[in-house]
Structures are given as C-alpha cells and as structure tokens.
C-alpha cells in the first residue's frame, strides 16, 4: 500500500507481516513479531533523520501456524494492497502460499523458513536464513562426533520436517551411519498441538510407544551408546518430552533436536521436560548470527528481551534485518507496481546490506549464503540466579558447527567447537 503524500509531503508505505503468533510456533511468532515492531519505529526515524518523503506502515497477521489460514491472511493482504510481506515464518506455510505469491506479484520475505525444496531460483519468495542442507551437516556431524552410529528419528511429517529428515538422513549415511524407520507423525494446527491437555497426552503416548519399541531393538543390535533420536519439532517437544519420561528406554540414549525445539522457553519453563532433556543431553543446532557480540544487535536484542520477558532465537533478530531490507527497497522503488523492479531491487539492497545479524546476501535461489550454526542444550542451573524457574534449567551454547565453503564434499565438513555458554537469565 501506498498512501498519498500528506500536507507534510510525506508518504505511507503499508508493509505486511505473517506471523505465527499462536499454534505449534507461537514462541518463535512471539519473538519476530517484537523485533519487528521495533524494527518499524527505527526505520521510520533513520527515514525521518536522512530527509526521505517515506514512512512505512505495517500489518501483522497471526498465521496460527496453520497453512490454510496463512493463505487467507496473504489473501486479505493482497486485496489491501500490500507488496512486500515478512513472512510467513514456517515452511509449511510458505509450501502453501508460494503460488498465490508467485502470481499475485507479492515478495514474501521469510525470517526462519528454511526447507530445502522450497529453495526454487527466480519465484517471489526470499528467505533471509540458510536453508537445511547446512543444518543437515550440523547435526549429522555432531550425532556422528558423539559416538552416534545408529538414528531413530521422530519428525513432524510437514515439508520442513520430511526435507530436513531427507537432508540429514543423507549426511549422516555419508559419515557411515544408518538411519532406521522411525515415527513420523502429522502436525496438528492450532494450540492444541503444544498443548499439556490429557487427550493430548494420550496421542503422543501412542507415538512414544511406537518409538520405545523401534529404540529397543536399535540398542538390543548396537548398544545405547551407539543409538541416537533425532527429533525434528515445534514447540509440541513439551508434551512428547513430558510423556516420554513414562518410557524409561527412551531415557537410555541420547537425544538430538533441531532449530524448531532450539532455545524454546517453554522447554526451560516446564521442569518435567527439562529434567528429560537434561537427562539425554537434548543438543539442538540453530542458524549462528556471526556478530552477535557487536552493540547494535545486542541494543536490539536487549529491546527484544524486554517486550517478550526471555531471550529470543537469533530469528528473531533476521526478522528485524528483513524488515530494514524490505523497507529500504520500497523506499528505493518509489511504489513501482512492476514486481521486477521491486525484486531486482530487493536483491540489490539485500546483497550489499549489513544489518545487526550481519551480511544478508541471497544465493541464487533468494536464500541467505551464510551458515555457521551453534549448538544449544539444557543444563540444569545449578541455583545461580534468582529463585524462580529459570534457576533449575537453562539452555546453554555447547558448541559451534563452521561452515567452510572450500570444502566440496556434502557431508564430510568442518569442524564442531566446543563452547560453553550460558543464555543470560
């Protein structure tokens, strides 16, 4: 949306926003939903500050999500004219909106999508993360450092969590492991999905059975200290980790997450799931943000901690940079309705942009180049805070996977380091 120039020569650009502010993602929805909101008030002041006619609105939506509601949301935002739309923030959802988008001329610009078959050259969506190809390396490296040989995997059956079982399965059969049959299970939509309703526990006590009986015979072959569960999640790890402790064989080996569990508060909050993350030494990799050290992300985080009430994942932080980026472009384009014009643009602003999560650079398929990833974990807290819940677990950085692009072979890379930080409390 465009707005007419005011009496103070001023115009109004109406951005839109995707967000899963409720449903299984709602942790992640929370935290960009922040960054973006302050991301709006800082460009509008450096616009206000460099004399530009432009200010720029915004409209966010709650995805719940849920991919059909997505859909509906980028429809309404359409039908107001908007253009360039942060978000949405699951795979899933961009897998059902990517054709709307395609044909309707709006550039989608996502925070945490990261599926590798939606990495597609030349369609409309950009996505300002790595996609899991990287991951994939990440965590298969990390299994196979730990002593890792054989993996049980229990995912959640959308495009994010098939392709990066895909992707990973592959990496860690290329080191000379084996990835047997596992449980994958269909995502429910809405807050039920994370809930700790009783019915709900009933569903996963199915699954957890089923997983129980598959890690059994896997430790029966090749001994607990050789078998590992890979667990591709949202924020439903809460009710599986809390059911799971009912199953004492889940308990005998380690356990391995992905970005979708990392960092995720709720994990930390409820003691019964913790204690069992804990217990299996649940190490989750995440997308890395290199300068996370220098002052304005840290401004910025700091800000993002105070509206939210934890520490956010870095996504949160991508959002505010793909805000900046979108918002730069259609300062750049001067409301042009020709979606080239605007996509060359975007690309031009976001291969040359350093933002607070560093150089945001697309590859050919419009996803960021880049890609270290750390390496979270809970532990338990040791009572070194103040006495509230924080102060019995919290999740602490174990390690960093570095990406060397001179490296060719997919799957025999870099190097894992060791580190030991905690997130601050």
């Given amino acids: 949306v465009v707005a007419p120039f005011n009496s103070n020569g001023k115009q109004t650009v109406t ?21 973006i909101k302050i991301a709006v008030k800082d460009v509008n002041e450096y616009f206000s500050k460099s004399n530009s006619n432009t200010r720029v609105g915004l409209i966010i939506e709650d995805t719940q999500t849920n991919p059909a509601i997505s859909l509906e949301k980028l429809q309404d935002l ?3 004219g908007v253009r360039i739309v942060i978000g949405p923030g699951t795979s899933a959802e961009i897998q059902t ?3 709307y988008a395609d044909k309707n001329g709006i550039l989608l610009v996502s925070p945490s999508s990261t599926a590798p078959s939606l990495a597609v050259p030349g369609d409309n969506i950009f996505r300002f993360v790595p996609d899991d190809t990287h991951q994939a390396q990440a965590i298969s490296k990390k299994m196979w450092q730990d002593g890792v040989r054989v993996v049980v995997p229990m995912w959640r059956t959308d495009v994010y969590g098939n392709d990066l079982l895909y992707a990973t399965k592959y990496n860690f059969e290329m080191l000379g492991g084996r990835v047997v049959d596992g449980v994958g299970y269909i995502p429910r939509t809405g807050d039920f999905s994370a ?6 526990f009933m569903i996963w006590d199915q699954d957890l059975r089923s997983l129980s009986l598959k890690i059994s015979q896997a430790v029966a072959q090749y001994g607990a200290d050789k078998v590992g569960v890979y667990l591709v999640s949202f924020d439903e790890v809460v009710p599986i980790f809390i059911e799971a402790q009912n199953e004492p064989v889940l308990s005998m080996v380690k356990w391995y997450g992905s970005d979708g569990s ?14 069992f993350a804990a217990k299996t030494g649940f190490v989750n990799p995440i997308y890395g943000v290199d300068n996370n050290n220098s002052y304005k992300f840290k401004l910025i985080d700091n800000q993002i901690q105070k509206i939210i009430g934890r520490v956010p994942r870095f996504y949160a932080e991508v959002a505010y940079d793909s805000f900046w980026v979108a918002a730069l472009t259609e300062n750049s384009t001067g409301g042009t309705k020709d ?9 031009q602003i976001a291969n040359s942009y350093t933002g607070i999560t560093g150089d945001t650079s697309l590859n050919e398929a419009g996803d960021r180049k880049h890609a270290d990833y750390d390496f979270w974990a809970i532990r338990a807290n040791n009572g070194s805070s103040n006495n509230n819940h924080r102060s019995i677990f919290a999740w602490e950085q174990v390690g960093r996977f570095q990406f060397n692009a001179s490296i060719k072979d ?4 870099q190097e894992i380091k060791s580190i030991s930080q905690k997130m601050p409390q």
Avoid at 19 to 25: I, Q, R, T
Avoid at 339 to 347: A, D, E, V
Wanted: aromatic share 2%; charged share 25%.
């Fill in 15 to 35: 951005l839109g926003a995707l967000l899963p502010l409720s449903g299984a993602s709602s942790s992640l929805g929370e935290s960009e939903d922040a960054a």
């Fill in 195 to 200: 809930s700790l309703n009783r019915i709900n």
């Fill in 97 to 99: 909106v990517k054709d």
């Fill in 78 to 80: 359409a039908a107001k």
């Fill in 410 to 413: 997919k799957g025999l890379i």
């Fill in 339 to 347: 979606i080239n014009s605007l996509k060359k643009s975007f690309l």
């Fill in 262 to 275: 990392a960092l995720n508060d709720k994990l930390v909050r409820n003691i019964e799931a913790a204690m």
